[in-house]
């Protein structure tokens, strides 16, 4: 059976230094750019016509425009529309590496956590710097909700500064564990089924089953990979509406 950890490992395509630092173009820099380019013609395409009675690829591309604003609306209000390119940029990318990820001999760059980490540490960065620019010092107010008791305080604060200073850690291991986990489940299934296969006789017979459940997890994995972006795009927004509106 094939080294199931060996589809995650990050090679170089063409190796490249600059003042000392690597900044080689490696598989995983390849399949974000084939993400966003496959995003970009993918709404070019579907939009290019503009018709009163669209087509599929049209309704599909106005079906996610509607997704998204609903999204950002119903999170962080009228105010959010500010955010609207942000998270449906953000949404459309998550969604493309994860969908992406599951053709043979690509590379899911969303089960590293260097990448879904960069992406929260650049929101929760969003959000401190966005909230200062609305609320000023009173943005810090966030850490102290309003009718706290005094003798509640000291204990308040910390668990709020620790709430607030963990989303990026929660917001990136979230989505990277679930799509390195499900895939290492589809693999060592393709796995047996084709050990099975390789033994002839009634293993062969036997290969059956795990291949209909690999179909099987195909198809839960593909549903996975939407709930995943579509959960890490709406806690960008929950964590975005701390800039705009402080609760009280």
């Known amino acids: 059976m094939a080294d199931p950890i060996h589809q995650f490992v990050i090679q170089p395509l063409a190796e490249i230094n600059v003042a000392g630092y690597d900044v080689?173009?490696?598989?995983?820099?390849?399949?974000?750019?084939?993400?966003a380019i496959t995003s970009t013609l993918f709404l070019t395409m579907a939009m290019r016509r503009k018709s009163m009675v669209p087509g599929r690829l049209q309704m599909t591309a106005e079906l996610v425009y509607e997704f998204v604003s609903k999204m950002v609306n119903e999170n962080i209000g009228k105010k959010g529309k500010q955010f609207f390119p942000f998270i449906f940029t953000l949404f459309m990318f998550i969604l493309m590496g994860n969908v992406l990820g599951l053709l043979p001999y690509s590379f899911t760059f969303t089960s590293h956590l260097i990448v879904t980490a960069f992406l929260a540490v650049f929101i929760f960065l969003m959000v401190i710097g966005f909230g200062l620019f609305n609320h000023g010092l009173k943005f810090f107010s966030l850490f102290l909700p309003a009718g706290v008791p005094w003798?509640?305080?000291?204990?308040?604060?910390?668990?709020?500064?620790?709430?607030?200073f963990v989303r990026p850690l929660t917001h990136s291991v979230r989505i990277s564990c679930n799509m390195m986990a499900g895939h290492l489940i589809l693999k060592i299934v393709i796995g047996f089924a084709i050990s099975a296969a390789s033994l002839g006789g009634l293993w062969v017979m036997l290969g059956v089953f795990p291949v209909l459940f690999n179909v099987i997890m195909?198809?839960?994995?593909?549903?996975?990979?939407?709930?995943?972006?579509?959960?890490?795009?709406?806690?960008?927004?929950?964590?975005?509406?701390?800039s705009v509106e402080l609760h009280h």
């Open 218 to 242: 195909m198809m839960l994995e593909l549903l996975v990979a939407a709930i995943q972006a579509y959960v890490f795009a709406v806690l960008a927004c929950v964590y975005l509406k701390d």
């Open 24 to 35: 080689s173009f490696t598989n995983s820099s390849l399949w974000m750019s084939i993400a």
């Open 151 to 164: 003798w509640l305080v000291p204990f308040i604060v910390p668990l709020e500064l620790i709430s607030f």
